[in-house]
């Protein structure tokens, strides 16, 4: 399997011969951002990338709720 450099598993995960891995349903839901980390690409960047278009189109998930801003606390976000 492979490992980050801090030695956790990275996985694409899929559930019930899903052809869209749960990650990227995650992307595409709004409720997960895509991260390169130190220009290292991953296998199925472009798909992820793609996903999160469509999130935001369809302001869904973090995008609805407070303008796509994955660190913005709900109270920041103008819910609480």
């Known amino acids: 399997a492979t490992t980050d450099q801090y ?6 995960v899929y559930a019930d011969k899903a ?3 749960l990650n990227e349903q995650q992307v595409e839901a709004g409720w997960a951002s895509v991260y390169v ?3 290292n690409d991953f296998d199925q960047l ?8 469509i ?4 302001n869904v998930g ?4 407070c303008g796509g ?12």
């Open 19 to 21: 052809s869209m891995s």
């Open 62 to 65: 973090v995008y609805e709720i």
């Open 37 to 39: 980390f130190d220009d």
């Open 46 to 53: 472009s798909e992820f990338e793609k996903a999160s278009e």
């Open 69 to 80: 801003n994955f660190h913005a606390s709900e109270k920041q976000a103008g819910k609480k």
């Open 55 to 58: 999130a935001q189109q369809a």
């Open 7 to 12: 030695g956790r598993y990275l996985a694409y």
